[in-house]
């Protein structure tokens, strides 16, 4: 069983920034593919960013493209989502995942385990 503990949520101006971090309890983190997914009020979860196993490979939805980095430290276990030029529409609960697999679709339903979220609001 995987855990997984994020952090840096706040309340943030638009244009600025903030920094997620995401700690993984498992030993062996770099087996799991990492995602970010965020949930705005009355709206379903969806996916923000992912990472493959060694970071190669990184996966954004086209609205946080240019704006938010993704990435990983494989001996620290942490996955981080640098968002920058936040706007409002940002604003949400902000949930890491992994997958114990090779991800081909980021959707919730392929991810095995998650965080309990992150609120990060985006006031005009």
């Known amino acids: 069983q995987v855990q997984l503990v994020e952090s840096g949520g706040g309340l943030v101006q638009a244009g600025g920034s903030l920094r997620l971090s995401c700690a993984a309890s498992?030993?062996?983190?770099?087996?799991?593919?990492m995602g970010w997914f965020r949930q705005a009020p009355g709206k379903e979860r969806a996916f923000v960013a992912g990472?493959?196993?060694?970071?190669?490979?990184?996966y954004y939805t086209d609205s946080v493209k240019g704006r938010f980095t993704i990435s990983r430290d494989n001996v620290a276990n942490t996955v981080y989502l640098q968002m920058n030029s936040l706007k409002p529409e940002d604003t949400a609960v902000y949930y890491c995942?992994?997958?114990?697999?090779?991800?081909?679709?980021?959707?919730?339903?392929?991810?095995?385990?998650w965080g309990q979220g992150t609120q990060v609001t985006v006031s005009l």
């Open positions: 995942a992994a997958a114990d697999r090779v991800v081909t679709g980021w959707s919730t339903r392929n991810m095995d385990y």
């Open positions: 498992e030993r062996i983190f770099s087996r799991y593919y």
């Open positions: 990472i493959s196993w060694s970071g190669g490979s990184t």
